[in-house]
Nanobody, 122 residues
Framework: QVQLVESGGGLVQAGGSLRLSCAAS????????MGWFRQAPGKEREFVAA????????SYADSVKGRFTISRDNAKNTVYLQMNSLKREDTAVYYC???????????????WGRGTQVTVSS
């Protein structure tokens, strides 16, 4: 069992930056692939970024490539999402997820946090 808690969301102006964190409980964090997803009002949850268990493999949605960076610190049981050059369309609730299978998926990942709100103003 893994419990995930996101933090770091907030209100930021377009062009600004935020860093999200997802803290995981349990001793098996380093065995899970981790992903960030987001859901805007009236839209389905969508993939943002993922990182494999070792941190050596990453994947990004086209919409965030070059702006967002996912990373993890297995010693701290934490995964991060550095978000730069934020746009209004990045406004959403951001969730982290843990999955035994690569890549993490909005439809099947094993464990989910409750999310953190990111709002980008113009």
């Amino acid at each position: 069992q893994v419990q995930l808690v996101e933090s770091g969301g907030g209100l930021v102006q377009a062009g600004g930056s935020l860093r999200l964190s997802c803290a995981a409980s349990g001793r098996t964090f380093s065995t899970y692939h981790m992903g960030w997803f987001r859901q805007a009002p009236g839209k389905e949850r969508e993939f943002v970024a993922a990182i494999n268990w070792s941190g050596r493999i990453t994947s990004y949605a086209d919409s965030v490539k070059g702006r967002f960076t996912i990373s993890r610190d297995n010693a701290k049981n934490t995964v991060y999402l550095q978000m730069n050059s934020l746009k209004r369309e990045d406004t959403a609730v951001y969730y982290c997820a843990a999955d035994n299978v690569w890549p993490p998926s909005a439809g099947k990942s094993n464990y989910w946090g409750r999310g953190t709100q990111v709002t980008v103003s113009s």
